[in-house]
């Protein structure tokens, strides 16, 4: 089966860098995504690997590891605004996304 | 519209009561999903359709329907609501589903109180 594990709060200072884990077990890999979700609102979509290594977009990465079935999101500069949680998931046998639980992350001044 | 509606935003439903919760999507995608989010639990897949004409059950598919006639709406229904039902919903949509890999857009959800 599939499970997915993610740490469920961190917290971190402004201006610094944090990295959210996230560990997987699947039957078979077809990449794994990451999403925002800020209190009260829909997920929105952040990054998406499948390929071994590091992918930057901006203040954000996300870094694969198939092998270890492994993955974090780096965010560096953080700002007030990077309060929210941070979800994992990864597609299933039948293609559709099994999410973790989520990582809420709270920034502090 | 723009981008992906949800209606009512909440409710408050008594149990044994038939709800409809909409999802009306004008990105012409092809694929649309339905899940349920609960506090310490991940979001939960209750049913999708990967395209007009065609649905498939999810990881929690007991005690909701869902029918898909056009492109754009993919209504869910609860037959007789139960306050385990009691939830956030989120409906999604992405360009294409079963075997593409593609981001996912989200509506803002409705909050269900099953009293």
């Known amino acids: 089966g599939q499970n997915i594990d993610q740490p469920t709060e961190m917290t971190a200072t402004e201006g610094a860098i944090v990295q959210i884990n996230c560990t997987y077990q699947?039957?078979?890999?077809?990449?794994l995504f990451w999403y925002q979700q800020h209190a009260g609102e829909a997920p929105t979509f952040l990054s998406y690997?499948?390929l071994d290594g590091l992918e930057e977009k901006g203040r954000f990465s996300s870094f694969l590891s198939r092998s270890k079935g492994y993955s974090y999101l780096l965010l560096k500069e953080l700002q007030m605004k990077d309060s929210a949680s941070y979800l994992c998931?990864?597609?299933?046998?039948?293609?559709?996304?099994?999410w973790g639980a989520g990582t809420k992350l709270i920034i502090k001044p | 519209i723009a981008g992906i509606t949800q209606a009512p935003t909440s409710q408050i439903l008594a149990a044994g009561r038939r709800m409809t919760l909409r999802c009306t999507q004008d990105?012409?995608?092809?694929?649309m999903y339905w899940y349920r989010q609960d506090l310490g639990l991940g979001l939960r897949l209750i049913h999708y359709?990967?395209?007009?004409?065609?649905?498939g059950k999810g990881e929690v598919p007991d005690g909701y329907s869902v029918s898909r006639a056009n492109t754009d709406d993919f209504p869910l229904t609860l037959a007789s609501a139960v306050p385990s039902q009691t939830s956030v919903y989120f409906c999604?949509?992405?360009?294409?589903?079963?075997?593409?890999?593609?981001?996912?857009?989200f509506g803002p959800g409705t909050r269900l109180t099953v009293l």
């Open positions: 999604a949509s992405s360009t294409s589903g079963g075997g593409s890999y593609n981001e996912q857009f």
């Open positions: 990105m012409r995608h092809n694929a």
């Open positions: 359709s990967n395209t007009a004409g065609t649905t």
């Open positions: 699947t039957s078979g890999f077809n990449g």
């Open positions: 690997n499948v």
């Open positions: 998931a990864v597609p299933d046998s039948n293609y559709q996304l099994i």
